[in-house]
């Protein structure tokens, strides 16, 4: 394996100097005697000798190390498992990333390479130093941040993944990474002799690939997400009984507001998503109109950012793990998930957003994931460079989305149904699609069509004007935005009133048949008529659609979140209150 790791160390060395170089200053900040004096009281007192591992890759650390004396080499693994040093850190300097808030898994080894005296921070301990001290606290998030860029951007410390460009599996696994922002590197066997040694040693069929090699040197072969998740030590093992004062349904926007403004103010959170953080919003390539951000943020520097500092104030995130019930007839109400286990809470926060529609093309979901895509992240756009696609979509997100892919596609066919845009996107968005060349709006116009090669990938796009006029070209790429529908079919089991589309109810919008009492206004803004449980953002009946209105609201639930509990202590009450009567 020599031929492979000497290769693999060469470029991985190439990418993590650069920004080593650029960003030393903030990512490995140097703290005073005094500064670290100010940190005592969190920490404790530990030695290690030369050659220890203060920890493996794939292994929980205890915390954040503060080294007082002695020095520790920070070592990523290559492919073939060998170590190579990514910096040395001495006296004064810190070792721990962004895991380390929650009791994450080691991405790296930290071995002392002489006598190390440290201070060690248990994740609790941090988190109370971060926000006790505010002047040291900055310093050590940004470098946590900053670390975890560096990962990523290095592919230092994550999975491998080895498949061919623009294979279903390879983009799926790809998508899942980038949204969750876990480091992992790509090795393509058409391109990389890298690959091409591995597989002669780990032969698979092609049904297999692609291959995936685990930091602690498992081997998967296709795996689906939560096989993933689960080998790379995302989901906590021992949620089993665990209990919550907010359980929250959902990881976008309002759900994340949500969890940082409760955890802040003391409550205990648990946050569930079946995919990432970030919900559709973290999938927009650029936000332009949200407020404080003039010159637009990405969903996933958003989303991002919300998630590390909800990680801060210690909110437990699971992701990926989906929710497939919430029991409401005894109280606690009780969250089953779908690998069996169970989780309680006294509160429960629904922001489980919406899916993305499906439009009535016959053949769509054949193509789905081979050229056919719901979203527009940087791994879809790198499969259109140069290429013709087609965008289905008169929404905003399919105008950020159809910007965004421009800049990547040849030309870009934009297919809605309507008459004009005008009406449904934000007029920025309206004019900066008929100022790019490379974009021909169609309106009145739906693809009718849809047809693959012999490998099942998409080919040719079949679509129809107003006249009945029909074109058919090559295009091996659709991106559908369309709209989406609430996803609230775990609420099967509890009696939340939704409308006929699936939405949630809340305050007045609640139906009087659906209350004990028939005063709706008795009944807060954002909960349900099953009293405890809240809906926030996309999901919620009448909710804007908007990234600001679900953090807003997710904001704004807390409040009626300490109302409720403070009730419910009052009570005593062991049963949930239909009708949430005030």
């Given at each position: 394996m020599d031929e492979l790791s000497n290769t693999v160390v060469a470029g991985f060395q190439t990418s993590s100097n650069s920004m080593l170089e650029s960003r030393r200053e903030h990512m490995f900040p140097k703290f005073a005697p005094d500064e670290i004096d100010r940190m005592r009281r969190?920490?404790?007192?530990?030695?290690?000798?030369?050659?220890?591992?203060?920890?493996?890759?794939?292994?929980?650390?205890?915390?954040?190390?503060?080294?007082?004396?002695?020095?520790?080499?920070?070592?990523?693994?290559?492919?073939?498992?060998?170590a190579e040093k990514i910096v040395e850190l001495g006296a004064g300097e810190f070792v721990a990333e962004v895991a380390q808030l929650s009791g994450g898994p080691a991405l790296v080894d930290a071995r002392a390479i002489e006598p190390v005296e440290s201070l060690v921070f248990l994740p609790a301990r941090l988190r109370a130093l971060l926000i006790a001290d505010v002047q040291?606290?900055?310093?050590?998030?940004?470098?946590?941040?900053?670390?975890?860029?560096?990962?990523?951007?290095?592919?230092?410390?994550?999975?491998?993944?080895?498949?061919?460009?623009?294979?279903?599996?390879?983009?799926?696994?790809?998508?899942?990474?980038?949204?969750n922002a876990y480091p992992h590197q790509v090795l393509d066997p058409t391109k990389d002799p890298d690959a091409q040694v591995f597989l002669k040693h780990y032969p698979c069929k092609s049904e297999e690939m692609p291959l995936v090699v685990c930091p602690n040197g498992a081997i998967l072969k296709n795996p689906s997400e939560t096989d993933l998740a689960r080998a790379l030590g995302m989901v906590p093992p021992d949620l089993e009984g665990r209990r919550y004062d907010v359980a929250i349904v959902g990881a976008g926007p309002g759900g994340l507001a949500a969890a940082v403004y409760a955890a802040s103010e003391g409550l205990s959170v648990g946050v569930f998503d079946a995919r990432a953080f970030g919900g559709q919003a973290g999938a927009s390539s650029c936000i332009e109109n949200y407020l404080g951000f003039p010159t637009g943020i990405s969903g996933q520097a958003l989303a991002g950012r919300a998630y590390v500092q909800a990680q801060k104030f210690g909110v437990e995130m699971i992701i990926p793990e989906r929710v497939t019930n919430l029991r409401c007839e005894h109280y606690p109400f009780a969250i089953e998930l779908s690998d069996g286990r169970s989780i309680t809470a006294l509160s429960v926060v629904i922001a489980s957003g919406a899916r993305y529609r499906r439009p009535n093309i016959p053949n769509l979901e054949q193509f789905e994931g081979r050229g056919v895509w719901y979203w527009a992240s940087p791994i879809e756009a790198r499969l259109c460079r140069n290429e013709e696609v087609v965008l289905v979509g008169g929404g905003n997100s399919a105008g950020q989305a159809a910007v965004f892919l421009s800049r990547f596609a040849k030309k870009l066919w934009m297919l809605v149904r309507g008459s004009s845009?005008?009406?449904?996107?934000?007029q920025y968005l309206i004019d900066r699609i008929a100022a790019t060349e490379?974009?021909?709006?169609?309106?009145?116009?739906?693809?009718?069509?849809?047809?693959?090669?012999?490998?099942?990938?998409?080919?040719?796009?079949?679509?129809?004007?107003?006249?009945?006029?029909?074109?058919?070209?090559?295009?091996?790429?659709v991106f559908v935005f369309i709209g989406a529908e609430?996803?609230?079919?775990?609420?099967?089991?509890?009696?939340?009133?939704?409308?006929?589309?699936?939405?949630?109810?809340?305050?007045?919008?609640?139906?009087?048949?659906?209350?004990?009492?028939a005063d709706g206004a008795s009944v807060p803004s954002l909960e349900s008529n099953v009293a405890g449980v809240f809906a926030v953002g996309d999901v919620r009946f009448g909710s804007v659609k908007r990234v600001g209105a679900a953090i807003g609201e997710g904001a704004t639930v807390v409040q009626q979140i300490h109302a409720f509990l403070e009730t419910a202590r009052t009570s005593g009450s062991e049963e949930p209150v239909q009708a949430a009567a005030a």
């Open positions: 969190f920490g404790e007192i530990q030695h290690y000798a030369v050659n220890q591992y203060l920890f493996r890759t794939s292994e929980t650390p205890p915390g954040m190390f503060v080294i007082i004396a002695g020095r520790v080499s920070i070592e990523g693994r290559d492919l073939a498992g060998r040291l606290g900055e310093r050590i998030m940004r470098a946590l941040v900053l670390r975890r860029v560096f990962l990523i951007e290095a592919g230092a410390g994550g999975p491998c993944l080895i498949g061919h460009d623009g294979h279903p599996g390879m983009v799926r696994l790809l998508e899942f990474l980038a949204r845009l005008s009406e449904t996107m934000s490379s974009i021909e709006l169609l309106t009145c116009t739906q693809i009718v069509g849809l047809s693959g090669n012999e490998q099942g990938q998409l080919e040719r796009v079949r679509w129809r004007d107003r006249t009945g006029a029909e074109v058919e070209k090559t295009i091996r790429n609430p996803a609230t079919e775990w609420l099967k089991d509890c009696n939340v009133s939704r409308d006929s589309k699936g939405f949630v109810r809340t305050g007045m919008n609640i139906p009087p048949d659906d209350l004990l009492s």
